[in-house]
């Protein structure tokens, strides 16, 4: 029985260029985990498609804005943590559509919620942490 935590922090600036970059680094990340080849690469689609939600949402394409990212493996899930201080995305885009109806710019937040367990938004002071949970068995 394996107690012991594993966590990773990885900080970059709101370039696309860096998604291959934070991609390479959750996908090295996942590579001992029990979980299937298909949930980890809808994994590392829903981490990038929240990063690129980030810099075009929050931080306006603007390039040089922090963002951070910590992955930690507990014994029953893998937990990562989306830290931005841009603006706040708008109370509506946080809550789970109640309809089937495709919305333009709803697929990605569709893609992020396949592909994780769990999906919260906190609203912090400055900015906004996405905290996206994966379970494991």
């Known amino acids: 029985m394996r107690s012991e935590m594993k966590k990773r922090k990885l900080e970059f600036s709101s370039h696309p260029g860096n998604l291959a970059l934070m991609r390479n680094f959750v996908r090295h990340f996942l590579d001992s985990m029990p979980i299937s080849e298909r949930d980890r690469t809808l994994m590392v689609l829903g981490v990038d498609e929240a990063c690129t939600n980030i810099i075009r949402h929050a931080y306006e394409l603007r390039y040089d804005q922090l963002i951070a990212l910590s992955l930690e493996a507990r014994q029953d899930c893998v937990r990562m943590r989306l830290r931005d201080y841009g603006m706040q995305p708008p109370a509506e885009a946080l809550h789970r559509r109640r309809d089937?109806?495709?919305?333009?710019g709803?697929?990605?937040?569709m893609m992020i919620r396949n592909a994780f367990d769990q999906v919260d938004y906190i609203l912090r002071r400055r900015g906004t942490e996405l905290v996206l949970t994966k379970k494991i068995l």
């Open 100 to 104: 089937n109806v495709i919305r333009p």
């Open 106 to 109: 709803g697929l990605g937040l």
